[in-house]
């Protein structure tokens, strides 16, 4: 919770005017991500909104910044696909109604099992995923929100255009004015810290920008173009209607449900990691899974779609100053009243501000310096986070990580797949293989490849005081290998094995001898 006590003065202003801030960000991108997921722009705003104000309270990282996201809403797109197969005799406001009612019973389920994976303390899963794919995460990240403001700059009739280049010119020659502002956007974002921090630069440009386009009667696309928000009203408590608890419907919501929650907890908990790495200080991924569950129940069940943390607005006020817990709370807040209350002026900003803002974001959230390490980096790292940044683009987060996951996971397979012998005879004639390596599903063909079995002197050590046993299927290489020596007829002793693995051994179990120095390790079985 908020301790103002324990707020400086100093601090208590940079979180609220970075708040004021993102709160102005927050409007345009829940708009569009309304419109991504098939419902009105009030439905993403109430998101914000509650997610936002609940994660800000409860959150795992202080100043972190939750909502409606692009990620979870592209995945709501097949959920409004399905809802209108299984009506189709619904004219376009009934069923308009009846998606929404389907969103808002998936987000309050995907809400439900985010609660229970962070109660049972799962959202340390983080930690398996690499660096490389953290980068590309990053990085794909940051190209798909350059690329999602292209959207608003795009030229009227788009359809009727035959190529890209067309497309390019027809966008410059009717929207040259929104380029001009972009174009002061960033260089205010880029500039004016360097002269002064007292406030966000962000906050300057879209200030000054908007009362520069409102008086001068510049023409040029604002917010209010976007969609009408004078009907905006406080949230209030809905229940999804409808026919939503029939097994039929279930069948469509739970999978989605299931995927919205591993979205959403992948991109909050890779979010706080990268906050994390840019100030210092650790969140905590538990207590984050837990605040997103409850922001995403509460979401559902007063209007809103589930959503999750966003990189973009983050990062704006980390970079802004607001790294404690009154910067996300003002922006939630803030956003809510804006709206609320000051829909006009709103109504008033341009787009291209906002824009500007998000490009600046873009280039801030990119981790170039990754493209400097791509020639040091191991060709394997180097592929994943290629493949990573790629999938990210072109499908969507949570099957980039896992992807990401796999293949580091194959590629340290690989690298591990062999264990060395170092063979000596000691001075009573028995010869000693000296181990080094993992032993492991992936280097049993090159355990078993070590010995001779049938040209070994009749005694002989196997030392495991450099190897290590991993899992099962090394257990069952040694009790292997103590077989084809016992029927050779030749004794076998095996050292510096730790107790666990001699509890598992059952053939070989007989020869281990003790060692004062034996080793400690578990071994991973699925017994």
Known sequence: MINLQNYATQNIKNDVLSGALVAVALVPEAIAFSFIAGVSPVVGLYGAFIIGLVTALLGGKPGMISGATGSVAVVFVGLGLSVKAMY??????????????????????????????????????????????????????????????????????????????????????????????????????????????????????????????????????????????????????????????????????????????????????????????????????????????????ASGLFGGMAGCAMIGQSVINFTSGGLGRLSSFTAAVLLIVLVVSFS?????????????????????????SSLRRLKHMQKSDAFVLIV???????????????????????????????????????????????????????????FNEQFDVENDPDEVVIDFKDARVMDSSGVEAIDGITEKYKQAGKKLTLRHLSEDCKKVLTSAGPFCSYEEDDPTYKVATNQ
């Open 88 to 297: 189709p005799e619904l004219d376009k406001e009934a069923l308009s109604m009846m998606v929404l009612n389907y969103i808002l019973l998936t987000s309050i389920i995907a809400g439900l099992i985010q609660i229970a994976i962070g109660f049972f303390k799962m959202g340390k899963f983080i930690r398996l995923v690499p660096q490389p794919a953290l980068f590309g995460f990053v990085n794909g990240l940051a190209i798909v929100i350059a690329m999602a403001q292209l959207t608003f700059l795009a030229p009227a009739n788009v359809e009727q255009y035959g190529s890209w280049i067309e497309i390019i010119k027809a966008s410059f020659t009717e929207n040259y004015i929104m380029y001009i502002i972009i174009a002061i956007t960033m260089l205010t974002m880029q500039f004016l810290p360097k002269i002064s921090r007292a406030v966000p630069a962000g906050l300057v440009a879209i200030v000054v920008v908007t009362l520069v386009v409102y008086f001068g009667e510049i023409s040029t696309k604002v917010v209010g173009d976007l969609a009408d928000l004078s009907s905006v009203s406080m949230p209030s408590f809905v229940m999804p209607m409808g026919e939503l608890f029939s097994w039929e419907a279930m069948r469509i919501i739970l999978p989605i449900a299931f995927i919205v929650a591993l979205v959403g907890l992948i991109e909050s908990l890779l979010t706080l990691s990268v906050l994390d790495e840019m100030g210092g200080e650790r969140g905590s991924g538990n207590q984050e899974c837990i605040a997103l569950g409850v922001g995403n129940t």
């Open 344 to 368: 006009s002026v709103i109504a008033a900003i341009p787009v291209a501000v906002l824009v500007g803002i998000m490009f600046m974001v873009s280039i801030g959230t990119f981790e170039f």
């Open 388 to 446: 990573v940044t790629i999938i990210t683009v072109l499908a969507d987060l949570a099957m980039a990580v896992i992807a990401g996951i796999i293949i580091s996971a194959l590629v340290f397979a690989w690298k591990h797949a062999k264990i060395n012998a170092h063979t000596t005879m000691d001075k009573e004639n028995k010869k000693v293989y000296e181990l080094d390596g993992p032993l492991f599903f992936g280097s049993v063909t090159s």
